[in-house]
Each structure stands twice: as C-alpha cells, then as structure tokens.
C-alpha cells in the first residue's frame, strides 16, 4: 500500500482557472503536511506547509482532514508560471527522529 | 547564500560499472538527506544523516548501494554494481534541524543513465 497517494494528473488548465490537486496519507500517526513545486527537470522546493485550520498564501490554499488522512491544494486564477508538478510530502517520527515521504506529484500544465 | 552543491550533474555507466556521487549541503545544515527518483515518480528516501550518524537507512539497497558523510558536513553515495534500474537523479537535500519542519534544500541533482 502507497503511503502517499496523489491524483495521477496531469491537469490541462487554461489561464485563469482554478484547480485542485488531492492526497491521501495512509500512516494515521503522521504528524505534519507539506506541498512542494517541482519545475521540469529541476529540484524541488517548498510551497508551503499544511495546516489542520488551512492556510492560504495568495492565490494557493491548503486544507488537512486529518480524521479522512487527506490533503488538499487549491490554485486560484491559474497562471502560466503555475505550470509544474505538485508533490505531496508528509512526515512521520519514528523512534525519534523525522522523515518525509514524497507522492509521485500531479503535473499541472497551464495553457494561454 | 550558497545553495546545496551536488556532482556530478550527469553520468552514463554501463551496468555493473561502479559511480559516486558527491554532495556538499548548506553550511550549518545538520541533516543531510540522499533521495532517488525515477522518471514520472516523486522522490525516494535511500538515506539520512543527522550529522554524521546514520538515522533512517530502510530504503537503501545495501548490496549496491553505500553512503558516508565525512565530518558531518560533505557526503558520498556509492553505487557498485550499477543495474539498469538505477537510472535515476540522484538528490541530497539538507535541512538545519530534522525534516519535522518540512523545508529540504535540494541540490540540482546528479542525473545517472546506466545502459
């Protein structure tokens, strides 16, 4: 069983749209959300973190319902520069120290 | 701010050939993590330093696979011998504290063809 799991993607959205990207975690123990921005054939980086209020940063808002283990991102008037894969990480402490699990990442393709 | 230095960048081997790959992470970064990933996939965890001890090593094919980081700061992954499956980019990310804080400084990667 996949311990993270994304939407397989990829989402074909033009300018202007709005969309949503889901996960689902299966380790009910794990302990904080993350959605990280991979640029085509680059390294990935933060986008921020998740929340059990939500959380929102601009045009991007990330949910956690951590009784359905399941994690959301919402982009709001998609731009061109949108245009990336959305990887799903999430940590899990185990005998003391953290680890971050990474989904396989849903590829959003923004269009004119 | 100097970023996460990796290299190689690029590699081509043949299998069974043998490769290493360095990684120099932030200064002041205790945690220092190697993650594989395939094409199409997202990141895998191989290993994780929390200064120069071993802490999560479950994922690393320890018949091919090796790992050091020297000092607590640079870092080598090994590889002998190469399979095909291995054709992978190879990321280290480094992190000040542990990963409960979520914010990984990944390298540029070294990206491994073994044909």
């Known amino acids: 069983r996949k311990e993270v799991e994304q939407d397989p993607g990829p989402f074909n959205v033009p300018e202007g749209a709005t969309v949503a990207f889901n996960c689902t975690y299966s380790?009910?123990?794990?302990?904080?959300f993350f959605w990280y921005r991979q640029d085509c054939r680059k390294e990935p980086k933060l986008l921020m973190s998740?929340?059990?209020s939500g959380n929102e940063d601009g045009r991007f808002t990330a949910q956690l319902n951590r009784a359905s283990q399941y994690i959301s991102l919402l982009i709001r008037d998609s731009k061109l520069s949108d245009s990336a894969t959305y990887l799903c990480?999430?940590?899990?402490?185990?005998?003391?120290?953290?680890?971050?699990?990474f989904g396989k990442g849903t590829m959003l393709l923004v269009s004119p | 701010e100097a970023g996460v230095a990796q290299s190689p960048r690029y590699k081509i081997i043949e299998k069974r050939q043998s490769v290493a790959f360095w990684c120099n992470p932030i200064?002041?970064?205790?945690?220092l993590y190697w993650y594989q990933q395939i094409l199409g996939q997202g990141p895998k965890l191989l290993i994780q330093?929390?200064?120069?001890?071993?802490?999560?090593d479950s994922q690393l094919p320890k018949d091919r696979f090796s790992a050091e980081r020297l000092k607590g700061v640079d870092s080598t992954l090994k590889i002998q011998p190469a399979k095909l499956e291995d054709s992978a980019v190879y990321l280290c990310?480094?992190?000040?504290?542990?990963?409960?804080?979520?914010?990984?400084?990944f390298g540029e990667g070294s990206r491994l063809t073994v044909l």
């Open positions: 990310a480094s992190s000040i504290g542990t990963a409960a804080t979520g914010e990984l400084f």
């Open positions: 380790n009910s123990a794990s302990q904080s």
């Open positions: 998740v929340y059990s």
């Open positions: 990480v999430v940590n899990f402490v185990n005998s003391g120290y953290s680890t971050l699990t």
């Open positions: 200064s002041g970064h205790a945690t």
């Open positions: 330093f929390q200064n120069n001890g071993v802490v999560d």
